[in-house]
């Protein structure tokens, strides 16, 4: 199976802040990689698919870049409303695999 | 309106089974490949089965394989996820998700992009 590492586990950042979150894939996945974030208490919600590319609706803060086995979630200014849980997965193979996700908390 | 809404948690005695649905509403659910995700308490976000299309290609988790049986019934819009053999390590909330995909660059990327709200699954042991 294919491992996702992500770093860090948390991290704290204060608003407007450039905040950047990293995952580490155990083989080459070339850009099949997603993100998404989870809020307290809700269904995780898509962010970035292929690496790259915005999900409709999502904030033009965010941004990915990456491929083979090192990936980059970037979110230009931190808002408030950024507080979740992100997670990298990988579409790679037909058994998907996630991060173990990375806290994102307000100073 | 796209949503899934997943139903059947519940509190259950290890070892015994428990059938989790997942309803479709807004699109039609045959033409979307499925995936039941789940999340421990406190914990991130495990992946645990696919099924393909016309519910010929399975995949499963080797944490649930051998235990838990995905499957489909397009006719309902509906999927399922029978848990047998449950055991106090599988308590979680219950996602299904729905997987689409999209070409970029000649080559299709697939994407969960709607998720239900979730259902809990608590076992007792």
């Known amino acids: 199976d294919i491992q996702m590492t992500q770093s860090p586990s948390s991290l704290s950042a204060s608003v407007g802040d450039r905040v950047t979150i990293t995952c580490r894939a155990s083989?080459?996945?070339?850009?099949?990689l997603n993100w998404y974030l989870q809020k307290r208490g809700k269904a995780p919600k898509l962010l970035i698919y292929?690496?790259?590319s915005l999900q409709s609706g999502a904030p033009s803060r965010f941004s990915g870049s990456g491929s083979g086995t090192d990936f980059t979630l970037t979110i230009s200014s931190l808002q408030p409303e950024d507080i979740a849980i992100y997670y990298c997965?990988?579409?790679?193979?037909?058994?998907?695999?996630f991060g173990q996700g990375t806290k994102l908390e307000i100073k | 309106q796209v949503q899934l809404e997943e139903s059947g948690g519940g509190v259950v005695q290890a070892g015994r089974s428990v059938r989790l649905s997942c309803a479709a509403s807004?699109?039609?659910?045959?033409?979307?490949?499925m995936h039941w995700v789940r999340q421990a308490p406190g914990k991130g976000l495990e992946w645990v089965a696919f099924?393909?299309?016309?519910?010929?290609?399975?995949y499963y988790a080797d944490s649930v394989k051998g235990r838990f049986t995905i499957s489909r019934d397009n006719s309902k819009n509906t999927m399922y996820l029978e848990m047998n053999s449950l055991r106090p390590e599988d308590t979680a909330v219950y996602y299904c998700?729905?997987?689409?995909?999209?070409?970029?660059?000649?080559?299709?990327?697939?994407?969960?992009?709607?998720w239900g709200r979730g259902t809990t699954v608590t076992v007792s042991s």
């Open positions: 083989q080459n996945i070339g850009t099949y």
């Open positions: 807004g699109f039609s659910l045959s033409r979307y490949t």
């Open positions: 998700a729905r997987k689409d995909q999209q070409l970029k660059m000649n080559v299709y990327y697939y994407y969960m992009d709607v």
């Open positions: 997965q990988q579409s790679y193979s037909n058994l998907d695999t």
């Open positions: 099924i393909s299309y016309d519910g010929r290609d399975k």
């Open positions: 292929a690496a790259s």
